[in-house]
């Protein structure tokens, strides 16, 4: 059985994504940030809701961070590198066809990582502060932008030729980037700065499987 520790509200909402397009059974446990508990809630103490801080979520990532896949004897404490796990146990559409195409789905995957999410969850942080129209936060933001900007004409200069970054079919590398994309979205004009993939994030979206991630998330932040 396929373990899922995280929350859809959350970094693990990429494992969960990947697992229902891939219409895996998997068992999920929800484990919350403890940033995100109640003020006066310790985050150590028995009675507390599993947390990231939890001694028993611990026991499982020291890092104490979400997601976290359990699969068998295997432990994967790294949300872009679930996908791609799943994606080459399980096969399909969603994997790599051969050597070129594994490679090409590693560099965007890494790409997200190093030049796309260090500054889109700035901004995605700003606004779940509620800091978006204060002065702090139009500076984070502005400065997050301005480092996607390079990242950005990337992806929207590759997508003009190509439907998918991979291929002309939807794969992994397309749901890594898209999650760590989401991310800057309300940021409509750097959006509409770049149309190929301001469309290509909406063929994404439309999936069914992120659809039912996403709706799995509003009911889980009521």
Known sequence: MTTLYGVYASRAS???????????????????????????????AAETPLNTRSPAYLAINPMGQIPALLDGDLLMTESLAIPLYLARKHGGPLAPADLIEEAQVMNWTL???????????????????GEADSEAGKAIIETAEAGLGPA??????????????????????????????????????????APALKDWLSRCQSRPAFQEMMARRKAELG
């Open 111 to 129: 790409f997200a990582a190093t030049a796309v999410e260090p500054h889109s969850v700035q901004i995605v942080m700003v606004y779940d502060r």
């Open 152 to 193: 950005i004409g990337v992806i929207d200069r590759h997508l003009v030729d190509h439907p998918y970054l991979v291929g002309e079919r939807f794969t992994v590398a397309d749901l890594n980037l898209a999650e760590v994309l989401r991310y800057a979205q309300r940021r409509t004009a750097l959006m509409d700065g």
């Open 14 to 44: 990429r494992a969960y994504w990947m697992a229902l397009e891939l219409d895996i059974v998997f068992e999920s446990v929800p484990v919350i940030q403890a940033r995100r508990l109640p003020a006066g809630e310790a985050p150590e």
